[in-house]
């Protein structure tokens, strides 16, 4: 195996001009991702997850856009390179596959000639040739019949069907790197456990480097060897699936696994919500971005609505977390937290309880109370 | 058109128990739904139209609700769940079966009969972004029903409006904001407010969270449960999500093309599920904890694989429906339709091979 990571991204940024100000998708994202593993990447909706991916992927292009940073593939910097480098390694050395399958895929063209244009894009071989190639693609991710259903088209097939074929499309070229972006939100329960499978058993098969975007904590348990958790376009905590699921390090974590309801637990009586919404990528809360919807501020003197805490290492190595509280405290909360204890109210006043329209949705809204 | 009184939060029904234990089944049901059906005709060519076939939809499902109870309907895209909920709704017509709410039988009342009983009966809807309409401001929304009725609440509309705002944890000066003004869990508690106006009775949630980031689900969850405590409702939940399911229900139905496969209180079908099919479902949940084998390496959950999708609903399979993808089947399962029998108390499953079942 070669030396080196095959993903590393340092200290990312990808902000948006727009007319309403300057929206910091990625704000300062750095992970590692060796060979063979890999890397969950969870958040809310507009927790800058998805842009990282389209970042990594050089399908950030528009004029608005400002990019700085390194993305070294394999050693390669990626972040200015010239246009015509990333898209020989796009679809060839690094592939995606996006949460839609019927909005991805060419509703015109068949599934075969869309698997084949891409790989002969790539790998100068005839038509016949890339053919049987994709045909023996489509049998690869579990397409029955692939020799036949290689001439549907997409609306032809079912939803998970859909997604194997995307699958089977982004695989065609033996990418290195592998980013799954919602691969099963749009599927049924199901049928996102075949394609979680699949994922799995293809990444032993091919040795290559995942990335998998979600929201869902289980489909991440299920996957991932390291864990992102971002919130507001950084990073709030990075760890290794142990670490996020078992010593969480950071009150966004706790949040996340305490508001989600379990199956593989005795059914609690009362979920406990994260107060409040997301915020605005145009005005982040200053200091920690999750401050305004943390209920331990006062445990740091103030720091936390000033000062922007860095990604500083807790307990475990590689295990860090992005929040102003000492080592002692995190862990006396979360272990409070394992054994039922309820987080103290949030601290924003209870008046103004919602500031809708001004970005800045500092809200303990009614559900908590 | 007579007029309402609303004094605060509406009393609990009367005689209703506790929504404790799944076994209130003394009471008379809220709602009764018996034998229901709902087709949708295939019809081919443009000047000649005729019916080639139809969609079984919902295919003879019987369902009860008591008051003050959570039924949650579970199943994956395609079973029936949502045209369930239109059917009891009437905001589709059911072409075969009953369905009887409050001891009156809804199924085939005429539009004018039907709207009085439309306040008793309300329905949330799955994405906060289109059932709510954007031209309108918030008051307007949540007022609607009341001019809809002609029901003049005391007080005036407005201060009615601005109760319900408060009582779904909404700042009640926002009256005259518009949708887009707020966040995809606010414009949810807007529609939650809407169906809220007129003190329903029953209250049909489509999908109500599934639209939401995980961190805002647990917040609507919650204030749909504490309005169950405080307002006396009773909930028609239907939800691909088994865990949220879970929580929220206290009765739990499992739907498959169009029949219910499975029917039970809560803790039992979790805890015993006896359909394959619910078993399948339930394996297929990704868990939040990474596994381990023994010797601390990572490895992969094991788990009940259903092979391929779902079948059409237009040609569904004969007999058990499940059976094309259903590990026990036999040939029994591909001649006989399995009913849907107790095996347990309170306990129901339509399957010739249940799992977990008690020894007779």
Redesign the interface.
Known sequence: MPAGAMLEVRDLRIHFQTDDGLVKSVDGVSFTLERGRTLGIVG??GSGKSVTSLGIMGLNTGKNVRISGEILLDGEELVGAPAARIRELRGNKMAMIFQDPLSSLHPYFTVGDQIIEAYRLHNNVTKQVARKHAIEMLNRVGIPQAAVRVDDYPHQF????RQRAMIAMALSCDPELLIADEPTTAL???????I??LI?SLQEEFGSAVIIIT????????LS?DILVMYAGRVAEYGT??DI?SRPGHPYTW??????????RE??E??????G??PSLIRVPSGCPFHPRCAYTELTGGRCDTEVPLLREVASLGHKAACHLTAEDRTRLWSELSEGVLPEEAHTPDEQ??A??TGE?TSS????? | MTEQTQTGPAQPQGGTAPAGSAGATGSDPLLAIRGLKRYFPVTRGVVFRHTVGHVQAVDGIDLSVSPGQTLGLVG??GCGKTTTGRLITRLDEPTGGNIVFDGVDITHLKQGRMRPLRREIQMIFQDPYSSLNPRQTVGAIVGAPFRLQRVKPPGGIKQAVQEIL??????PE?YN?YPH???G??RQ?IGIARTLALRPKLIVADEPVSAL???????????L??LQDELGLTYVVIA?D???V??ISDQVAVMYLGKVVEKAA??DL?ATPMHPYTV????????????HAANGQ?R??E?I??A???PSPLNPPPACRFHTRCWKAEEICRTQEPPLIELASGHQVACHFPENAPAA
Not at chain 2, 166 to 171: C, R, T
Request: aromatic share 4%; charged share 25%.
């Open positions: 809310e909706s079912s939803g998970g069907m049924d329960v199901t049928v996102q456990a075949q979680l499978d799995s929201h869902d904590l289980g489909v991440v348990a299920e060897d699936a142990d699921f949040g996340l696994l305490g508001s989600m309801p379990r199956l593989d059914r609690i009362r979920l406990i919500p994260i107060p919404t997301p309880d919602f809708p329209g949705q809204s009614g559900a908590d109370a | 994956e895209s408060e009582l779904v944890g909404l700042n926002h904001r003004e707020f966040s869990g606010q508690r980031d995980v961190s805002i689900q647990a917040q609507v969850v919650n204030l449960e504490d691909h088994l865990s949220v879970r929580h809560r803790d979790y399948a479902l339930l394996s297929a949940v990704p868990v939040p904890e990474p596994a990572r992969r959950r788990r694989r259903l391929g999708d779902v």
